[in-house]
């Protein structure tokens, strides 16, 4: 099983990335997606989680109205639509897929396989 997360970079205060992470080596459609993020000397935080069908969909409050967490489920990528973006958004952004996730969404123990992460700066 392979996640790829790529599209991550250095942005100022205000601006877009989109995120993304490919998936291999497993049914694509059975699995839930989600993304976290780890902050330097921070532990590693939810973000967002999409449920494979779309019925659920859930988001840390701090992104709420500014990121989209949206899957291709025909390209095997889960993305996450970054808006707005506040210095405190700097992270390493990692994603990750789990067979459910219950009400247990937000938490790494939850998820299965993880992605090699993708770095994201957001300047002043």
């Known amino acids: 099983v392979q996640l790829q997360a790529s599209g991550g970079g250095l942005v100022q205060a205000g601006g877009s990335l989109r995120l993304s992470c490919t998936v291999s080596?497993?049914?694509?459609?059975?699995?839930?997606t989600a993304w976290f993020r780890q902050a330097p000397g921070k532990e590693r935080e939810f973000v967002a989680a999409h449920s494979p069908t779309g019925r659920r969909i859930e988001y840390i409050d701090s992104v709420k109205g500014r990121f989209t967490i949206s899957r291709d489920n025909a390209l095997n990528t889960v993305y996450l639509q970054m808006n707005s973006l506040k210095p405190e958004d700097t992270a390493v952004y990692y994603c990750?897929?789990?067979?459910?996730?219950?009400?247990?969404?937000?938490?790494?123990?939850?998820?299965?396989?993880w992605g090699q992460g993708t770095q994201v700066t957001v300047s002043s």
């Open positions: 080596g497993v049914t694509f459609t059975t699995y839930a």
């Open positions: 990750a897929i789990a067979r459910t996730f219950g009400t247990a969404w937000q938490y790494e123990s939850t998820y299965s396989f």
